[in-house]
C-alpha cells in the first residue's frame, strides 16, 4: 500500500514544485519589467547584475565598494509602484515630507561593512555596484527584498529602489593600494581632481579634445614595475574615447594637446578596479602613456 500511494506522490511532487517555480519566474518576470518600465521613465541608464538594477545618478572616479569595506551612506528606501511609497530613510528632511517617525531614526550616515552587516539581499548588492563619493539608484524585485512579507507600507511581491550617497570608504585593497602609491616618486606630476596623477612630456599648447571625441594616436599600459599591459595605435581608425573602457586613458587624452604626450599614474579606480584582470592583479596602479596625433574632425 505504501508503494502504491508512493508513486502518485513521486509523480505529483515535480508538478507542484513545477507550478511554484513557474508562478516565481512570472512574479518576477513581472516585476523586472517593472523595474525596467520605472528606469525608463526616468531616462536613466542601469547596470543589471546579480538580479540588481543599478543606475548611477552622478559621476565618481571613487574606489569601488569591495567586500570587507567598511562604508558610510545616506540612503531613501521606496516602492516603484504608484503611488511611490518612502519606508525607510536616514534624510531627516525625507523622512519629515514622508511623515515617517523622527523619533525612532538616526539620522546620520548608516555604518555598513560590506559582507558583516546585515542588510536585504538586494541592496547588497546593489552597493557592491557603487562606487566612493557616488550618488546611485539601486532597485531590485521582492525576491531580494522582502518577498510575500507586508512590511509596514510595503506590501508583498514589492520591487523596490533604494537612492543612496557613499560619503565614505576605508578597506583593506584601497589602504594598501595607496599606501604603496605614497612610495612612488610623484615629482613633475600634477593630480587631477578624477585621482590620477600626470605629467605632460610634450605640450603644444594646441587643441585638446573632449572626452566624446575620436582621436588618432597611441597609449601604452604598464605596470609601475615596467612589464606592459596592453598597447594601442590608431592606424585608419581612430580612437572613440566614449567607447574607452579604462577611465584613465579616456581622461589623459583630454588632457593633451595635439602633437603632444603625457604620462599618467593611475590608481586602480581609474583602471583595473578591484577584480583586476588576468594580468594585473586587484586594486593595482598602472603608468600610462599617451601620444596625440590628431582629433578627428568628421
Known sequence: MRLTYFLPL????PIIVSCDNSLETDKRFAEEKSIESYISSKNWS???????????QSQSYGYEVNLGDTILFWYKGYTIKSPTVVFDTNIKSVAIQAKLDTMVRKFE???????????????????LLCRENQQATILFPS??????????????????????????????GKVNEQTFINTLDLTGYTQ??????YKKVVDTSLVRP????????????????????????????????????????????TLVSVGGTINIIAPSPLAY???????????TPVEISIKLDSIKTN
Open 273 to 283: 578596479g578591484k577584480n583586476g584582470t588576468l594580468n594585473v592583479s586587484p586594486y
Open 46 to 56: 542601469y547596470i543589471k547584475s546579480n538580479g540588481v538594477y543599478y543606475s548611477p
Open 192 to 197: 587631477h581632481t578624477s585621482g590620477l596623477y
Open 143 to 172: 525576491s531580494l527584498g522582502y518577498g510575500d512579507n507586508y512590511i509596514g507600507p510595503v506590501k508583498p511581491w514589492s520591487p523596490l529602489a533604494f537612492d543612496v550617497e557613499i560619503v565614505y570608504l576605508n578597506g583593506p
Open 10 to 13: 513521486l509523480g505529483f511532487l
Open 210 to 253: 573632449t572626452e566624446t571625441a575620436k582621436v588618432f594616436g597611441n597609449y601604452t599600459v604598464k605596470l609601475i614595475s615596467g612589464q606592459e599591459v596592453e598597447a594601442y595605435s590608431t592606424s585608419t581608425e581612430p580612437i572613440s574615447l566614449s567607447e574607452v573602457s579604462i577611465p584613465a586613458i579616456r581622461i589623459g587624452f
Open 109 to 127: 550616515p548608516l555604518r555598513a561593512i560590506m559582507g558583516s552587516t546585515p542588510l536585504l539581499d538586494g541592496l547588497r548588492y546593489g552597493l
